[in-house]
């Protein structure tokens, strides 16, 4: 079976631009969430959504950050205008309820010069 | 205090001995206790799962839980090398089913 899937792996860009990070759940599962991973703050819930809903987005850092799960099997995660601080590895995680073992992607390493 | 606390290590065990990973959470309602492994550059990956009070064995991976003194633990039976990396625990909270991960314990076995 598929995993979870995000893309880019990989992405570097100047401070200012606009980022997108995509994820692919695992097929039937209800829930997906997104993480950022930082030395200094260790795995960071950002957002969570149930059934396509955003159920909880008060990890999400600033108005900089969205997210938006159009239908079960797409979510992006989208940073407008972009800032060094944001440099991290983002997680997209998907699970079969809010309350079970989460799978994760492989990531995405955001570079912002 | 911070939500769930784990011990940031590094915790070194010999190859071939138990080791033990401890995590304490705050939010007494909580339900729902995960072990997650992570190798260095990969991403975390699910060891182990335990909703009720007690032990819960898989392999030589065994979660232990006590909600009373707000706790749960993982043993590693007959550590090998392969077994290093960082542990983190994560805590499902009572309100609004928020996941929260602790910092992790970063785990050597030596050959």
Redesign the interface.
Known sequence: DAGVIQSPRHEVTEMGQEVTLRCKPISGHNSL?W?RQTMMR????LI?F?NNVP??D?GMPEDRFSAKMPNASFSTLKIQPSEPRDSAVY?CASSLG??????????TRLSIL | QKEVEQNSGPLSVPEGAIASLNCTYSDRGSQSFFWYRQYSGKSPELIMFIYSNGDKEDGRFTAQLNKASQYVSLLIRDSQPSDSATYLCAVINTGGFKTIFGAGTRLFVKA
């Not at chain 1, 260790?42 to 819930?45: A, H, P, R, W």
């Open positions: 969430f993480y260790g795995l960071e819930l969570y149930n159920i909880d008060s997680f809010p309350d079970q073992p989460q799978h994760f992607g492989d990531g």
